[in-house]
């Protein structure tokens, strides 16, 4: 690599790492939460108040049923970890719920599985760098003029973080997520102290305005729809459990142990500060409104399109510290900041599963090959064009993705805990230990409660979600399915293909004769040096081959090579049209056709030149007669180079390079290696 593009390489991501230091880069639990964990431990900055954006439709009156929505999705989310620890236990491969229903209900269902994740994955990076943009577009007016370049900006600073590493990208986010969970849980701790021991008044910045219902007095069918919508948008909140589960591999050991561990911290987590948003955002007085502008009400007067809505978060923050105070700034900044931090869940869990799927050939297999810093690169790289590519076209309005996401988390949810239950129901069927038995029982009984429950949500997401968005990520699965189908008969059918036979075959067998042509323009150096190649191989029969394009020229040419008395026939083709290529094809086909059992080798002197732009005035025909001739059986084409100048000049630049070291790119051997070297030196 060059000078160029190493020094900004080795800037960015960091000096190359060797193979043997992957055991290096496995995380401990303090570094595995925020990494895996960010996504759902971030989603109570937005979740809670999609929530009260859905109910606000049936008015103020509607926010006494928020209390209850959170139940069911705390609820929901201790039966989506439990159900997830038996996975990890069961499974810590890394495979997650794609090896899970692959191996319990089929490739299909497996590739389902893989299809919804993908897609929930760009959706996460999409939805958590959106919102975090919107909340600090609040405080920084540039930010929401310019939201769709500055969300961009920070997908790439996001690569280019994950590109150096898990471990280091880990510790980078650890201390923001470990913040903003602090800071959340001071908010909660201090609101219920003044509410309920000082019974201190605590009201939102909205907590005067009223909300103009879109549907009032909503009853009967209506209003059951509008909860289920609301705990549909609630359930935002599970969006990335999964990717524990997905990456086991990546804990230290005991690896199962300490990713289940993990899941149930960040369970905790989660749901108590999802509820106590919702409770201080009660007790506050919060009003949200879809339409805020033309919704939310203050003296009778509507707001008007100028009104900013900040977020239910920050409107408890401020209820609680009070506006501008140290903490609602610290607790502000965290907020935005682990938002955009969340989207780093799908950068462990989207490369970690694409290199799955390509080792299995549903996936190109450059998905499955580590980079310099041991990370899957090639799947960081495409989370990012797809996300940023979604974010360019929703414009980063986060209220326009999030109707988009959880479709895919709640269909794998699904299908991995039916593939739980006939795995215990298959484990089951052989166990005789009483113990074990018990164990599996009660492992089966938590998995099915888990894919009944799932199943019931991903029905209601689907019913409450589906001309609102989702239809978009069920398209995109779709395309994910189909794609990854027709990569795996693609890689099936050249496999057997080119698989080596048992028996006799026709590659075994060798040619009658080889019949060399060697292609001739004009003679010069490069020339003489293809034929006095074309001789050493030895062939049945050798000739060289010109084409006649301009008579004087090829005139020339036969009195030069009769002057030189090179003793190779040369073949002169007619070409009419003026065309080299056409001729030469349809002589060499024309050679194969005669005898089908011999092989063809065409021999083609090429030049080497030392710069790129030296490619566009040389081997233009060469190129066109190599790419065609590939794709006819039977013929061999040999290149054989002759080096100008130029290239010389190129290979002592390459030589130079090769003695030069970027910052930070030096490979140092193994410790007892350095040391021998160290007291060889010194003696």
């Known amino acids: 690599m060059s000078k160029l593009t190493d020094v900004p390489k080795r800037l960015l991501i960091g000096r190359a790492l060797r193979s043997d230091r992957l055991g290096e880069t496995l995380l401990p639990k303090r570094i595995a939460l925020p990494v895996f964990a960010s996504d759902p431990l971030s989603s109570v900055a937005y979740a809670p108040g999609e929530v009260l954006l859905v109910l606000s439709i049936a008015g103020v009156t509607a926010y006494h049923f928020s209390p209850w929505i959170a139940v069911a999705v705390v609820v929901l989310m201790f039966t989506v970890v439990a159900s997830y620890r038996q996975n990890v236990h069961a499974y810590p491969s890394g495979g997650g719920d794609y090896e899970v229903a692959t191996t319990n209900l089929g490739p299909k269902a497996g590739l389902t599985v893989a299809s919804a994740l993908l897609v929930d994955y760009v959706l996460t990076v999409a939805v958590s760098i959106s919102s975090g943009i919107e909340n600090l577009g609040s405080a920084i007016p540039f930010v929401v003029e310019h939201k769709v370049l500055c969300a961009i900006g920070v997908i790439v600073l996001l690569t280019l973080m994950n590109l150096r590493g898990v471990k280091e990208s880990g510790s980078l986010f650890a201390v923001p997520t470990y913040i903003f969970v602090a800071g959340v849980f001071t908010m909660i701790a201090w609101g219920a102290f003044r509410g309920l021991v000082l019974d201190d008044t605590m009201r939102a910045p909205t907590a005067d305005y009223a909300i103009k219902p879109e549907h009032g007095g909503l009853a009967g069918f209506a209003l059951v729809f509008l909860l289920l919508r609301a705990f549909s948008s609630g359930c935002a909140a599970l969006t990335g459990v999964e990717a524990i589960s997905n990456g086991v591999p990546a804990f230290r050991k005991p690896k199962s142990k300490n990713a289940a561990t993990t899941l149930a911290m960040m369970g905790l987590l989660a749901v108590t500060m999802f509820c106590g948003i919702i409770g201080l955002a009660i007790a506050t007085d919060v009003r949200m409104a879809e339409n805020p502008a033309k919704d939310l009400v203050h003296n009778g007067v509507p707001l008007g399109p100028d009104y900013v809505q900040n977020p239910v978060i920050s409107q408890v923050a401020e209820a609680v510290f009070g506006k501008g105070s140290f903490l609602f700034i610290i607790l502000a900044a965290a907020t935005a900041l682990v938002l955009f931090l969340a989207a780093n869940t799908a950068y462990n869990g989207f490369p970690l599963l694409g290199s799955i799927l390509a080792q299995d050939r549903y996936l190109p297999r450059q998905l499955h090959t580590r980079g310099d810093r041991l990370a899957f690169s090639n799947g960081i790289v495409l989370l990012a064009g797809a996300a940023a590519l979604l974010v360019g076209i929703y414009g980063a309005d986060s209220t326009r ?103 006799p075959s026709d590659d075994l067998v060798r040619p009658s004769r080889v019949h060399s042509v060697v292609l001739i323009s004009k003679i010069h150096r490069p020339t003489l040096r293809a034929l006095a190649y074309a001789k050493l191989m030895r062939s049945d029969t050798l000739e060289a081959l010109s084409v006649n394009v301009d008579p004087a020229e090829t005139k020339a040419l036969r009195e030069e090579w009769e002057r030189r008395g090179i003793d190779v026939p040369l073949k002169v083709l007619d070409s009419p049209y003026r065309e080299i290529t056409r001729p030469i094809i349809e002589y060499v086909k024309g050679l194969r056709k005669e005898s089908p059992r011999d092989a063809v080798s065409v021999i083609i002197p090429e030049y080497v030149v030392g710069h790129w732009y030296e490619h566009l005035l040389h081997n233009q025909s060469a190129l066109r007669l190599k790419g065609r001739l590939l794709f006819t059986p039977g013929i061999m084409v040999t290149s054989v180079p002759y080096q100008l100048q130029s290239s010389e000049a190129a290979k002592r630049r390459a030589r130079r390079q090769q003695d030069w070291n970027a910052p930070g790119s030096v490979r140092r051997g193994p410790a007892q290696v350095r040391s021998k070297e160290s007291s060889e030196h010194k003696s």
């Not at 995109?476 to 990854?484: E, K, L």
Request: positive net charge; glycine residues 6%; aromatic residues 12%.
């Open 401 to 503: 993705l999030i109707q988009l996401y959880i479709v895919g988390v709640f269909v794998s949810f699904t299908l991995s805990q039916t593939g739980m239950v006939r795995h215990w129901n298959r484990h089951l069927a052989t166990e005789k230990d009483q113990a074990k038995r018990r164990h599996m029982i009660r492992s089966r009984a938590i998995n099915t409660f888990g894919a009944f429950f799932t199943g019931l949500v991903l029905v209601v997401v689907l019913l409450t979600k589906f001309t609102h968005g989702a239809w978009v990520a069920l398209l995109g699965m779709v395309i994910f399915y189909v794609t990854m189908t027709a990569i795996r008969k693609h890689y099936d059918r050249v496999a057997a293909e080119i698989a080596a036979p048992d028996g």
